[in-house]
C-alpha cells in the first residue's frame, strides 16, 4: 500500500480509542502520518490509546460526536477522516434505540457537517453488514440490501444515506465500508456486548464453557482487523475516482460456522494451555433476529480499490489467540 501518499496529512479517526479505532491510529502512527483521534470513551478504553500518547505525531481529542462543536474541533487542519465512532451492538440498540440513534444518526450527521465545513478531501465511514437485513441471497452483493432488523441497522443505513446526499448536495467525498464481524488484537472480551470471538477466547482461558445460540450450524464472514484497514487505507488513497461516493463490503469472503469457530479455537488455545482440550463446547436456542448466515462478495472491492486481504480466517484467528493470550486479563 502507498503510505507515501499520506506524507505530511492529517487523519482524524473519530472511535479511535476503540477496537478497529485505535489499529487504524496505530497503522497510521507506524507509517509517521499525523493522527487526530476524537473519542468520549463511551466503549472505547485508555489503554489503547496509551502506547500512542508519547508520539508527537498523535492528537487526543476527548469529546463527543453528539455535539456539533466537539466534530468541529477535531476537523479543524484535517485531510481524511475515517469516521468509527458508534455505538455498536444489535442487543444494545434493541435495549436503548434512542441513545444509539443519537450517536450514530445525529452525531454522524455532525461529523458530515464538520467535515464539509472543514474541507476535509475524503470521509471514509464504518457501515455495516447488518444492512442486508433480512434478504437471504449470500453472497450478498453491494446494490441488493433486505430490510433492517434492528435499530442499530437502521442507523447503519442512515449513514449511507446521508453521506450518499452530502456528495450529492455538497460535493463531499465519501466512502462507505460495510464490515462484516470484525475480529483482532484488542476487541473488547468484557462486558454484555461483547463480540463472539474474544468472548469465546476469554471463556476457553478461563476455562469456562462457550455458549454457542442454536446448533452452531449459523455461519459468519469473520474478517481479520488487518484486511479492515487495507481497506480504510485504500479508500483514502485511492485515485481512482469511480471509487469514490460508494459503498463496500469489507470481510474475507468465506463462510465460518460458529461451531467451526468454536472448534478453531479451542484447538488453537489448547497449545498455549493443554486442559483447553477438555472445554465442552454449549448450546442454547437460537437468538431473535440473527440471520442464519452472512457472507460477503468482495469483487466490488477488489475491482474498484484494488483489496487484497491478506488475512485467512484461520491465519487472523491464529494471530488473535496469541495477542489475547499474551493480553487478556483474567476477569
Ligand atoms: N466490530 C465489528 O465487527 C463491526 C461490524 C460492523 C460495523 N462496525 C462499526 O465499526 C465501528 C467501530 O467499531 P468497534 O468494533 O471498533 O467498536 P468500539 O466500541 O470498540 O469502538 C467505537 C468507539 O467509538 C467511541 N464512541 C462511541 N460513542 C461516541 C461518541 N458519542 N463520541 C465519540 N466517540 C464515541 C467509543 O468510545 C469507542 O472508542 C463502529 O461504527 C461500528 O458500528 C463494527
Known sequence: MNYNLLKD??????????????NLCETLLNYNVKVVCLDNFATGKRENIAPFLKNK???????????LE?????????????????????????????????????GFLNMLVAARDAKVKRFV?????????????????????????????????????YADIFYKTYQLDTVGLRYFNVFGKRQDP???YAAVIPLFVKQFINHESPVINGDGSYSRDFTYIDNVIQMNIKAITTANKDALNTVYNVAYGERTTLLELAT????????FDPAIKEIEIKHRDNRIGD????????????????????????????????????NLQVS
Open 57 to 67: 505525531q498523535f492528537q487526543l481529542i476527548e469529546g463527543d460526536i453528539r455535539n
Open 70 to 106: 466537539d466534530c468541529h474541533t477535531a476537523c479543524k487542519n484535517v485531510d481524511f477522516i475515517l469516521h468509527q465512532a458508534a455505538l455498536g451492538s444489535v442487543p444494545r440498540s434493541i435495549k436503548d434505540p434512542i441513545t444509539t440513534n443519537d450517536v450514530n444518526i445525529s
Open 291 to 326: 440471520i442464519p448466515h452472512s457472507l460477503a462478495s468482495i469483487e466490488k472491492a477488489k475491482q474498484l480499490l484494488n483489496y487484497n486481504p491478506k488475512f485467512s480466517i484461520t491465519n487472523g484467528l491464529k494471530a488473535a489467540v496469541s495477542w489475547y493470550w499474551e
Open 9 to 22: 496529512k492529517t487523519v482524524l479517526v473519530t472511535g479511535g480509542a476503540g477496537f478497529i479505532g485505535s
Open 264 to 271: 478453531i479455537l479451542k484447538t488453537y488455545l489448547s497449545e
Open 125 to 161: 465511514y464504518a457501515a455495516s453488514s447488518s444492512t442486508y437485513g433480512d434478504h437471504q441471497a449470500l453472497p450478498k452483493i453491494e446494490e441488493i440490501i433486505g430490510k433492517p432488523l434492528s435499530p442499530y441497522a437502521i442507523t447503519k443505513y442512515v449513514n449511507e444515506l
Open 190 to 192: 468484557n462486558g454484555a
